[in-house]
């Protein structure tokens, strides 16, 4: 294991200086919670049918917006990888001898760090989800919540 920083530049990697304002803002709506607690021990996908059991904590006032969620039985789960920087536009994932713009990867690091897991839903409990499929450090922001698309609803 290197000695380097986390977030010292890879061979063939460019950082750019990033704008110094904001065009959006945004809401967490809350927090997820995981196994994992530092982000080299997070898996690079999730697996929603044998990944571990992860909970998806909504803050009040958007607890109601989960009223009727347990007819679906997958999730989309978007959310804000605050730990990762975001001023890399090429990248080198492996340490090879190129590098791959930030856009044509799935990796963390990007302008808008926002993830996207599709999660199995195995139980709601008040503005408490229990799911599979996450991929994230545990404390990270919830931004948003969304049934599958196209998944039908799971029948009563």
Request: overall charge neutral; proline content about 10%; some cysteine.
């Amino acid at each position: 294991m290197s000695d380097a920083p986390a977030d010292a530049l890879r061979p063939h990697e460019r950082a750019v200086a990033v704008p110094s304002g904001f065009d959006a803002q945004l809401w967490f709506i809350g927090r997820i919670r995981t196994p994992w607690t530092v982000r080299r021990d997070c898996p690079h996908r999730g697996d929603p049918e044998n990944g571990p059991l992860c909970r998806v904590e909504v803050a009040q006032p958007w607890v109601e917006g989960l009223i009727g969620i347990e007819r679906h039985q997958r999730l989309q789960l978007l959310y804000w990888m605050d730990q990762s920087r975001r001023d890399l536009v090429l990248q080198n994932p492996s340490f090879g001898d190129a590098a791959i713009g930030t856009f044509g990867l799935r990796s963390p690091v990007r302008p808008n760090p926002i993830a996207s897991s599709v999660v199995r839903l195995l139980a709601v409990d008040g503005p408490v989800l229990t799911v599979r499929g996450l991929d994230c450090v545990d404390g990270t922001p919830l931004l948003d919540i969304k049934a599958e698309f196209g998944a039908m609803p799971c029948s009563s």
